[in-house]
């Protein structure tokens, strides 16, 4: 798995969680600073670990 980071066509920063087999797993929201992107995906690494899944079927 990892994180992909690219400019959409707005000019916009987004990135895509992608599996191994290079399906997309997630997309964000679009950013105006690259940074704010890979501030994002550093939130996600650190966070992910302890963030428990919620069944709301």
């Known amino acids: 798995m990892h994180f ?3 400019k959409d066509k707005a000019g916009e920063f987004r990135f895509r969680v992608k599996a191994s087999n290079g399906n997309v797993l997630a ?3 679009g950013y105006k ?4 992107a ?5 939130r996600i690494k650190s966070d992910a ?3 428990e899944t919620i069944d709301n079927s």
């Open 49 to 51: 670990a302890g963030a």
């Open 38 to 42: 890979v501030n994002a995906i550093d």
């Open 4 to 6: 992909e980071i690219y």
């Open 33 to 36: 600073a690259k940074a704010s």
């Open 27 to 29: 997309s964000s929201e």
